[in-house]
């Protein structure tokens, strides 16, 4: 099972771009990556996942490196919000049913 | 409102004295899932059931029971509670994964025990 490296915490500019690394570098290729966030110690809220194409949604985008060992989380305008411990995992199958290993995320801290 | 609900919220208790923590969820998923959450260690799975009567063990079900008797319900059991089992504990469910697809998983709102 492949397992993912982030910073330990990041702070971002209210209205700018936060850009949230991770890596995983040992993924194979059945494995998704995908983005969950936690309000203070509310339950995580899903975001986005991808295989090995980008993808956008209404709350964020995703973009997978061509060698899928790296991926990045782009929340286009931070607000304060925002402000969160984000979760990049990866999901692989185990017994026909697809497992997940939370990390310990990154704190994204959004500056007024 | 597609929802899953956990009781109670806070629970403070005493060494020994077994409890129950409900899970409950309205989407009629398959998949449900408790998972603890410490500081420093991120949430970790402690049981998971694929379906009614189906459950299995996560990463630290030391300590832990479940049992799945209604697709809707997935209670965890603390059969005799100890102080290192004070933890945030959340409850998820998600429709059935299949091999090469991903379903979000939905968490309910947690449950802060308290082991005295």
């Known amino acids: 099972d492949a397992k993912t490296t982030q910073p330990t915490s990041m702070d971002c500019a209210e209205g700018r771009a936060a850009n949230l690394p991770c890596n995983h570098s040992?993924?194979?290729?059945?494995?998704?990556v995908y983005w969950y966030r936690q309000i203070h110690s509310q339950g995580p809220q899903y975001i986005i996942h991808?295989?090995?194409n980008n993808e956008t949604n209404e709350m964020a985008s995703l973009i997978i490196t061509e060698d899928r060992k790296s991926s990045t989380l782009i929340l286009p305008h931070a607000t304060l919000r925002d402000t969160a411990v984000y979760y990049c995992?990866?999901?692989?199958?185990?017994?026909?049913?697809?497992?997940?290993?939370f990390g310990i995320g990154t704190k994204l801290q959004v500056i007024p | 409102e597609a929802q899953v609900t956990q009781n109670p919220r806070y629970l403070i208790t005493v060494t020994g004295k077994k409890l129950t923590v409900t899970c409950s969820q309205n989407?009629?998923?398959?998949?449900m899932s408790w998972y603890r959450q410490d500081p420093g260690l991120g949430l970790r799975q402690i049981y998971y059931?694929?379906?009614?009567?189906?459950?299995d063990k996560g990463d630290v079900p030391e300590g832990y029971k479940v049992s799945r008797k209604e697709k809707r319900n997935f209670p965890l059991i603390l059969e005799s509670p100890s102080p290192n089992q004070t933890s945030l504990y959340f409850c998820?469910?998600?429709?059935?994964?299949?091999?090469?697809?991903?379903?979000?998983?939905?968490f309910g709102p947690g449950t802060r025990l308290t082991v005295l």
């Open positions: 040992t993924i194979s290729g059945n494995e998704y």
């Open positions: 991808g295989l090995k």
């Open positions: 995992i990866v999901s692989w199958i185990s017994g026909g049913y697809q497992k997940v290993t």
């Open positions: 059931s694929m379906n009614v009567e189906v459950t």
């Open positions: 989407m009629n998923h398959e998949y």
């Open positions: 998820a469910s998600s429709s059935t994964s299949l091999a090469g697809t991903y379903n979000e998983q939905f």
